[in-house]
């Protein structure tokens, strides 16, 4: 049997550095680490740091930009299916990425406990696959009344139980299946969203409106005891 010689095949420079990066993050605390620390430990330049990552954030989560760009896409190609089952699945796509790397999953799920900046640029990015979901489901529901303000309703109650599954898996240490969690939590959306989400919503209440003229330099008290009059007279007029 010939041995393969074949050299072993290089990870992509985009991988090098993030894994550069992410293990001076854990060893000196995220704050301490430069730039210059990250490609000194990569053995490349500056400049072919951010050829891929435009600032150190970017590069705690090196992942996402590709997850979004496959949500666009899985979105993009949906059938005709429940709208509202379709972004389920979608959001399952960011707990794969999660799920394909969870000692370092866990390791960052600590890292954004204890750097604001990186929490801060954390919701960012989950902003950014809510406004995905949204748009999908505004274009589904076309003309329908209400149709932006149930979509972003719905995205961010995707997002919300995608993320309360998730987060008890990554506080657990990665441990029992967080895909079963997961999964519990958007079946509570899709009890509360699938069926409903296409209903008329009520009508909005049109309110009784009060102008009242009051002299300038008029007291407080006395403008307040005209409104009460003159709702009090209302509330009459509506008892006969």
Not at 91 to 102: G, N, Q, S
Not at 213 to 240: L, N, S
Request: hydrophobic share 45%; charged share 30%; proline share 6%.
């Amino acid at each position: 049997m010939t041995e393969d010689r074949r050299p072993a095949k290089k990870p992509p420079m985009r991988d090098v550095l993030a894994e550069a990066a992410f293990a001076l993050f854990m060893e000196r605390g995220f704050e301490r680490t430069t730039v210059d620390d990250i490609v000194a430990s990569a053995g490349v330049g500056r400049r072919s740091f951010f050829r891929y990552f435009p600032s150190k954030e970017d590069a705690v989560f090196p992942d996402h930009e590709r997850c979004l760009a496959e949500m666009t896409a899985f979105l993009d190609t949906a059938g005709d299916g429940d709208p509202v089952d379709t972004v389920c699945d979608a959001a399952r796509l960011v707990f794969r990425m999660y799920a394909e790397k969870p000692e370092f999953s866990v390791q960052r799920y600590r890292l954004t406990r204890e750097v604001p900046g990186l929490r801060t640029y954390e919701l960012s990015v989950v902003r950014r696959y809510e406004r995905t979901m949204a748009g999908y489901l505004e274009r589904r529901w076309g003309d329908t009344p209400d149709a932006a303000l149930r979509a972003e309703v719905i995205a961010a109650a995707v997002v919300a139980a995608h993320n309360n599954g998730l987060r008890s898996w990554l506080r657990s240490g990665g441990r029992g299946d967080a895909g079963a969690e997961v999964d519990r939590a958007l079946e509570l959306v899709r009890s509360l969203w699938g069926a409903a989400a296409e209903r008329p919503l009520p009508p909005v209440a049109e309110e009784d409106v009060i102008v009242m003229i009051a002299p300038k330099g008029a007291p407080m008290w006395r403008v307040v005891q005209r409104i009460e009059a003159a709702i009090g007279e209302e509330e009459a007029v509506a008892e006969r």
